[in-house]
């Protein structure tokens, strides 16, 4: 037991020591991101740091908001920044690569990609490499589909562990099956996260910086392109989630906004403006949300128990089997049991002080180390309940093995559907895309906003990691303590009282404001050919289609990916498509024009297709505001 | 033909469901076909307020889910069909239910049970039950989420 705490504490101690760097490094970076970019020979002991931080990202040791902090890559781009010596530029390169993950779902163990790779390895390549935050989308993209083979491997290999906690368990040994959930499978997780992000962050930056020389330099500024178009998926993922009925327009309203401002409104004036028109919508719009006072459940509570109990669980005991829950629910992540031994490891406080016989502890043991997963945090609401029901058993109620895994095997799935719709497709996102707003920062002057002469903000990482970990500690606390003391008419009242439901449709409300805002910002669709109307040379992007709708083909393409990812086109099918369309794109096809003459000057004329940043014969984007 | 997806899922409604599937397929109504939430009050009712709003839960025991899916399959409204077993979805095949493709979704590990693809373990019952599905040409596939590429059944059972 100490041993876990001490590691944990050791975890923590990690990240506040990072932290503690940090206002030196920030002060430090407003200096550095003024010149341009610079390359970054990252050292040993960086390229350590880095890929210990990609391990932690994946770990247990934050108190299991790992997944929603380090995890993203908006974070791991702030530290990465830290790590390098530049946190803005590195929380800014973040911000973008993060992009395509917004609609992000990992559930019931299958991941899509591993946006902690992309944002990890993702922006120690584009930071060293000096490449800017666009350039390295589709570069961290690639590096994300690499990292599920680490994920995929730790599933597989942690359900041999399961084997050995199902051994201590038979001979009734609570710290043996505890240990088991976390000591093996973390060892095998640290090799096998630790050593290939090692070697890629010493080794990839001049990797990749010698590919992009090799390569002809259009298709260079085909990558840049791409980096204007791949977000467009990014947040046609999210928009699968959010953007239907009633709150579709607040996605145009958020986008509008936007470009109506040239991007000098901050994302959390947008935010503000959304919960506003989140609490109209809901009193005043929306006939989804039942306004009426909650329906009565009715109360099934169990029967209060008539005799007096022989042992009772202390309010220690069940802070400890939620802090225990909290950091190991995915410690030992397997195929065979997904959570399974993580339920079991979380058990050992209540069936330490429920149980004394060494048959009883190795029964409880064993009913717990079975199949389980659930959402981790709002699904807390079935250990509630099982622990309320062990305490019972322990006081002799007819409870049997059957009873306690009906309930575990019923409710996880249920509790799973609510959990994740709530943290993984509403809570996250929403607060991700506001970081990302404040972190991508905006550059004024051009017609529409973008990226080109941003400076990253820090902010944007540290303010989305405070409030998401906020957020989701409440709800698993909540729901833990709900469980356990009113059981199942805490779920029936819950569900039944349409809480949920407002607080989903009012985030879909701010989740559009913020989300069509975003696409404004990071998604760019500029048309570079010139025609001549009425003896005048006319750039169809600023002479033309600027002036009508600033904008209007990047929030055609968002729309159109959306539409088409409503009808199952495959997103990675379609992220190839775009890649390769931006890169043909970029080809010279209208005479030799300055395509090849070095054109990363904002502002010049190309003869392709599409142009990066600011349209032709737009002024060149001034220096970000102070 | 509206039953848009029917899915082998130990835990019935869960994340994959609800926030993948369901928005994928545009289904409007799910109806789970399991014995024993049909008979518990309490998981009926916890099922049935599961899913997002404007998607009615219907929660049948195999008889009357047979009759259900029947009806439903002739209408034009999207439907997810859900059970815990291979043996729910061939008495249901058995009883007439006409289905296409049986999709594997999530069958957890355990004592016994051999580990298929991913988060998909098999019992041998249930292995006799998913082939006896096949001969009476139902095409059983493995795909866990819409975004995955199904993969076929036959091209994982080894025969044994």
């Known amino acids: 037991m100490q041993r876990k705490y001490a590691a944990a504490g050791a975890g923590l101690l990690v990240l506040m020591l990072l932290a503690a760097t940090m206002p030196a490094a920030v002060l430090g970076a407003s200096s550095a991101t003024t010149s341009a970019p610079h390359q970054i020979t990252v050292s040993f002991l960086q390229a350590a740091l880095i890929a210990i931080g990609y391990y932690l990202a994946n770990s247990p040791w934050l108190f299991g908001l790992a997944f929603f902090t380090l995890y993203r890559p908006l974070v791991a781009g702030f530290f990465v920044g830290l790590i390098l010596g530049d946190p803005a530029q590195g929380t800014l390169i973040g911000a973008a690569i993060n992009i395509p993950y917004l609609g992000f779902i990992s559930a019931g163990g299958n991941l899509p990609a591993d946006a902690g790779f992309a944002g990890w390895v993702g922006t120690t390549v584009a930071l060293a490499s000096g490449i800017d935050a666009t350039k390295a989308i589709p570069i961290a993209f690639g590096l994300g589909l690499l990292g599920t083979i680490i994920f995929y491997s730790r599933m597989a290999v942690d359900s041999v562990f399961a084997h050995w906690a199902d051994a201590r368990a038979e001979k009734a040994d609570i710290a043996g099956v505890a240990l088991m959930n976390w000591l093996p499978g973390q060892a095998f997780l640290f090799v096998v996260s630790f050593v290939p992000v090692f070697l890629l962050a010493l080794n990839g930056p001049s990797a990749v910086q010698d590919a992009l020389n090799a390569l002809p330099l259009w298709t260079v500024n085909g990558l840049v392109i791409a980096g204007g178009i791949l977000p467009a998926i990014g947040i046609a993922l999210n928009m699968r989630f959010i953007f239907r009925g009633s709150a579709i327009p607040y996605f145009f309203i958020g986008f509008i906004l936007m470009t109506v401002t040239h991007g000098s409104v901050s994302l959390v004036v947008i935010a503000a403006i959304g919960l506003c028109l989140a609490y109209l919508h809901l009193n005043f719009v929306s006939r989804d949300a039942p306004l009426a006072a909650a329906q009565a459940a009715e109360s099934t509570a169990a029967p209060v128990q008539a005799q007096e109990p022989k042992v009772r669980l202390t309010r220690g005991d069940l802070i400890r089997s939620w802090a225990l829950w909290t950091f190991f629910a995915h410690a030992n992540y397997s195929y065979e049991r997904l959570q399974g031994t993580g339920f079991a490891h979380a058990m050992t406080p209540i069936i330490k002080r429920l149980y004394t016989t060494p048959d009883e502890i190795r029964d409880a043991l064993k009913r717990h180390l079975v199949f389980f997963n659930t959402e981790p945090n709002f699904g807390n609401v079935v250990h509630g309940t099982v622990i309320a029901m062990e305490e019972q058993r322990a006081n002799g109620a007819a409870i049997d093995d059957d009873a306690i895994n009906s309930v575990k095997s019923g409710l996880m799935g249920p509790m799973a559907g609510i959990g994740d719709t709530l943290s993984q497709s509403t809570i996250t996102p929403i607060l991700l895309a506001l970081g990302i707003g404040i972190a991508g920062g905006t550059a004024s002057g051009s017609a529409v906003p973008t990226l080109s002469g941003a400076t990253g903000n820090p902010l944007g990482a540290i303010i989305y990691m405070v409030l998401v970990s906020i957020v989701i500690v409440a709800i698993g606390y909540t729901a833990w303590m709900q469980g356990y003391s009113r059981g199942r008419s805490f779920v029936t009242e819950i569900l039944k009282s349409g809480t949920i439901d407002r607080v989903l449709i009012g985030a879909g409300v701010l989740g559009n404001m913020v989300l069509g805002a975003l696409a404004a910002t990071f998604v760019v669709v500029n048309l570079a050919p010139t025609v001549t109307i009425a003896g005048a040379q006319m750039n169809l992007q600023a002479s033309i289609i600027d002036p009508l709708f600033p904008g209007a083909l990047a929030l055609g393409l968002v729309v159109m990916t959306w539409w088409l990812l409503q009808r199952r086109v495959n997103p990675l099918a379609l992220l190839a498509i775009y890649l390769v369309f931006a890169i043909v794109s970029a080809y010279p096809f209208f005479g030799p024009g300055q395509a090849n003459s070095g054109d990363y000057s904002y502002g010049a004329c190309t003869s392709s297709l599409l142009h990066q940043y600011t349209p032709c014969g737009a002024p060149p984007a001034p220096t970000a505001q102070p | ?160």
């Open chain 2, 1 to 160: 033909m509206s039953l848009r997806l029917v899915r082998i899922d130990d835990r019935l409604i869960h994340g994959q469901v609800v926030a993948v599937w369901l928005r994928a397929l545009g289904a409007q109504r799910i109806v789970i076909v399991d014995d024993a939430s049909a008979r518990d009050e309490f998981l009926r009712e916890v099922l049935t307020l599961a899913a997002p709003q404007g998607v009615p839960v219907e929660v049948h025991d195999v008889a009357s889910g047979a009759v259900r899916c029947i009806e439903l399959a002739t209408t034009p409204e999207p439907v997810i069909v859900l059970a815990r077993s291979p043996r729910t979805i061939l008495a249901l095949r058995q009883a007439g239910v006409p289905i296409e493709v049986v999709d594997v979704g999530g069958m957890g590990g355990g004592p016994g049970r051999k580990r298929l693809h991913k988060t998909i373990s098999i019992s041998p019952d249930e292995l006799r039950e998913l082939r006896e599905l096949e001969q009476l040409g139902t095409r059983v596939e493995i795909q866990i989420v819409a975004d995955d590429r199904p993969i076929p059944f036959r091209s994982l059972d080894s025969g044994n």
